[in-house]
């Protein structure tokens, strides 16, 4: 590293140093903050966003100009794009996040001890959220609202095509915090696209920030993951299996498969894998292949005749689609299902189609992903299916939260103890 | 580093990966192993301990032996040492844990959502735990048994001086486990005092351990939260202070301070500042400072005159002396007080004495450390004395654990959804 590049690393450390020291700062004041004032916050930025719709669709066009010169893919270019649509949706989202209860405060568990102390353990916010993310500016809004609500000071890194999008949405955010008294270093965006920041962001700022939440793809999530310092809660990948037991009834298991695999093939909580049964694989595949193949979905299979398929790669299972693909395997009986899940899953969502209660307790009880599903569809794998609100992602990691993390994960605890003068023997 | 060198760290790391491997298959056994099992595995360790007594303490007079030649202080030689009361403890300390309920597979919420699908969340083990400690064998019973009692399967470290005495105790541990029929890498000590394998089990194994818990002193915390790369859970210092507020009453503040500072001097939850408000200096501070002096605390004192007190220097502020040794400050109010806490606090444990309950309210809200008391003493910071049983550790950090982490602790969540066949729209 030359002296002028370590020059410019050290201006670039002092400058996250400065973030983090303000949104520390600004942590601080929010953990004693009213649900009011930061309630007030979000209808202001709400009011913000639809007010200054126009400013943040020029941004959006100016980002938009720039990535098609780039030749960024059609799929990235839509992720990017704005409308009035999407911006009254953002809008609105904030808005149902001031419609959420406030966790902040909740007393979660409360006893006495035989000594007369009475304790309370009382829920805070966890203190400063890194949120690293890639083209949708739509997660400014999301994530930084959702990081107010629950008492949190958020350190926002948007992607480089979102930059101009990102800032103009920011701006609508601090102008509610200005409205509601609340310090304006609570919702912080890098200010730079030096992928150093994300670095030092990442390996560097452990004293300012408490968690990191990655936004996007696999190879973000997994640099996120390999290079980060601080706790991270996300998830790498969703290979969601659904298994149909020999017990599952046939209209069920065919209305589950397709949504769970087609409805929506690019989310997290999408079935990459198809489990059947031996025992019913020749009464239930055919009518579950034919639905899918009719539905546009690529079928590649192992352990039976399926007309029209592909035979399945070892390297199928265990893959992540992402589209309208899905792998089926044909198992023995329970514990090879379970057998292939513990293997093959990446502990995200899991679900069993049966009448056998029995068979249905032993897969929901022994597999240990995030989430396990009878007979549901994999796809109610979010926070808001799940009447939690709205989310910041799903978790796979033990650490602190697991499957859909919403305002209330993004809070830590406290211990409240009320004495009369009691000392310790 | 030469060729030579590179084999031996290619074959420590290939060990120590071996190690998280058989961890994470104990693991995930663990978690499916019933209540009962687990239980018994305590039971017939303890009886283990109990008839293994003098096999343990021929282990602990080697270690002992080889400690006094290395010239080890009088202090590390105590916590070294074992006997026959200490051998007893230890077993009825597993006995206790046996005793606690068991956190595993406990519904901690449950919910119906407008279309039929039931949602609970239910406890589940965090997985593989990391422990490193230091001198005190006894570590190696109280924390393998616990990690055991909440389904986890734990990766043991600990120093070298009890190496002979920790193994010993390990040997029951694993009897037990044999006796139960659960996997003896359920509990699993790593076999080589090579400095380099610490290195391996912080930064290398994400994959097989999913938290660290250290335990010992300050040097040991930093090195850990400074080269671990998964979440740790613990604290690097206690600095807890006690607020003598103007409206205290002198006797209770009398008898708190005296035990918070004195009754153990070299606990975390011991008080280190004591901040008394200039409104009752007068009145309070002289019988609070004799009290202390003739119990043989050093005073060191900031903005009053008290008979054979030291001034403190600005560096007793903020320092932890885990000794007979107190820093006191006069401070300008309950404002004033909030800010020092905050800013030369550890997030560990703060107490007010007061029979203001407005001033207490604000202080207990306001303040932001993982326990906070009014009217009692430091020293309860204590997962027994908070009735938690055995504790593993007090954490300040505020992922996942903060205050004292017992079994309850030492465990995640997963959600089990039951359906009729719903489909997401």
């Known amino acids: 590293m030359s002296t002028v590049e370590k020059a410019v690393r050290a201006d670039l450390r002092e400058q996250m140093f400065a973030l983090g020291r303000a949104a520390r700062a600004a942590a601080a004041l929010l953990t004693r903050s009213s649900t009011a004032a930061r309630n007030r916050a979000l209808v202001e930025a709400a009011a913000a966003i639809r007010s200054g719709r126009d400013a943040i669709l020029a941004a959006n066009a100016a980002d938009m100009a720039r990535a098609k010169a780039q030749g960024l893919s059609g799929a990235m270019l839509d992720r990017l794009a704005l409308d009035a649509k999407r911006v009254e949706a953002m809008a609105a989202g904030?808005?149902?996040?001031?419609?959420?209860?406030?966790?902040?405060?909740?007393?979660?568990?409360?006893?006495?001890?035989?000594?007369?102390?009475?304790?309370?353990?009382?829920?805070?916010?966890?203190?400063?959220?890194?949120?690293?993310?890639?083209?949708?500016?739509?997660?400014?809004?999301?994530?930084?609202?959702?990081?107010?609500?629950?008492?949190?000071?958020?350190?926002?890194?948007?992607?480089?095509?979102?930059?101009?999008?990102?800032?103009?949405?920011?701006?609508?955010?601090?102008?509610?915090l200005k409205g509601a008294g609340l310090p304006e270093a609570a919702i912080q965006m890098v200010p730079t696209q030096d992928r150093e920041a994300v670095g030092i962001l990442l390996g560097e700022m452990g004293q300012y920030v408490d968690v990191i939440v990655p936004r996007g793809g696999k190879s973000l999530i997994a640099r996120v993951q390999e290079d980060a310092r601080v706790p991270v809660m996300g998830h790498l990948e969703g290979i969601c299996h659904t298994y149909v037991h020999a017990a599952a009834d046939l209209e069920k298991a065919r209305r589950i498969v397709l949504n769970a695999k087609m409805r929506r093939t690019g989310i997290c909580g999408a079935t990459e894998t198809l489990l059947v049964d031996r025992a019913c694989a020749q009464t239930h595949l055919p009518a579950i292949a034919a639905d899918l193949a009719k539905a546009g979905c690529e079928l590649r299979v192992d352990g039976f005749k399926v007309d029209g398929a592909k035979a399945a790669r070892p390297e199928d299972f265990g893959h992540e689609f992402l589209d309208a693909i899905l792998a089926i395997k044909v198992v023995d009986g329970i514990d090879a299902a379970l057998d292939h899940i513990r293997r093959f899953?990446?502990?995200?969502?899991?679900?069993?189609?049966?009448?056998?209660?029995?068979?249905?307790?032993?897969f929901l009880n022994e597999l240990d992903s995030a989430i396990l599903l009878h007979n549901a569809s994999t796809q109610f794998a979010d926070g808001g299916e799940f009447g939690m609100g709205a989310e910041i992602g799903i978790a796979t990691g033990r650490i602190h939260a697991r499957g859909p993390v919403g305002a209330e994960e993004l809070t830590s605890y406290k211990y409240i103890v009320r004495g009369s003068g009691q000392t310790r023997p």
Do not use: F
């Not at 899953?345 to 032993?362: M, N, W």
């Open 94 to 176: 904030i808005e149902a996040i001031v419609a959420l209860p406030d966790p902040v405060g909740r007393i979660i568990a409360e006893w006495e001890r035989p000594n007369g102390l009475r304790i309370q353990r009382v829920k805070v916010p966890l203190g400063v959220i890194g949120i690293i993310y890639e083209s949708r500016p739509n997660v400014t809004a999301d994530a930084g609202a959702l990081c107010l609500k629950s008492g949190n000071a958020v350190i926002l890194r948007g992607g480089s095509e979102s930059a101009a999008s990102s800032q103009a949405i920011l701006a609508c955010l601090v102008q509610g």
């Open 345 to 362: 899953g990446s502990g995200h969502t899991e679900a069993i189609i049966t009448e056998d209660v029995t068979a249905a307790e032993r």
